[in-house]
C-alpha cells in the first residue's frame, strides 16, 4: 500500500496513475505529506510593564491623602474650637 504523492490516496503498491486525482506515479514524485496547518498560536498576553506605582500603592497614597486631608480637617476644627475658646464670639 503507498499514498499519492499528491492527493493522499491510498493505492495500491503497482499502481502507475493515482485513481483519485490521475497523477502518474513515479519514483521522483514527491512524497505526500499531510497538510501542515498553521500551528495555533495562543496570544501572548504580556504582562505590562511593571508601573513605578503598582495599584496597592496607589490605595495606600489615597489612603494616605485621605488620611492627611481628615487631620487637615481635624486640625482645623480644633484650631477653630481654640480659636472660639481663647476668642469667644460675643462674648
Ligand atoms: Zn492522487
Redesign the pocket.
Known amino acids: 500500500m503507498k499514498y499519492?504523492p499528491?492527493?493522499g490516496?491510498q493505492l495500491p503498491d503497482n499502481a502507475t496513475f493515482?485513481s483519485?486525482?490521475g497523477?502518474r506515479l513515479g519514483a521522483a514524485a514527491p512524497q505526500y505529506q499531510q497538510p501542515q496547518y498553521p500551528q495555533y498560536q495562543q496570544p501572548q498576553y504580556q504582562q505590562p510593564a511593571p508601573q513605578k506605582m503598582s495599584y496597592m500603592d496607589k490605595v495606600r497614597a489615597a489612603r494616605k491623602n485621605q488620611k492627611v486631608k481628615w487631620w487637615h480637617w481635624v486640625l482645623i476644627a480644633v484650631g477653630t474650637g481654640i480659636l472660639m475658646t481663647l476668642f469667644p464670639i460675643g462674648g
Open positions: 499519492c499528491y492527493c490516496a493515482c483519485t486525482c497523477n
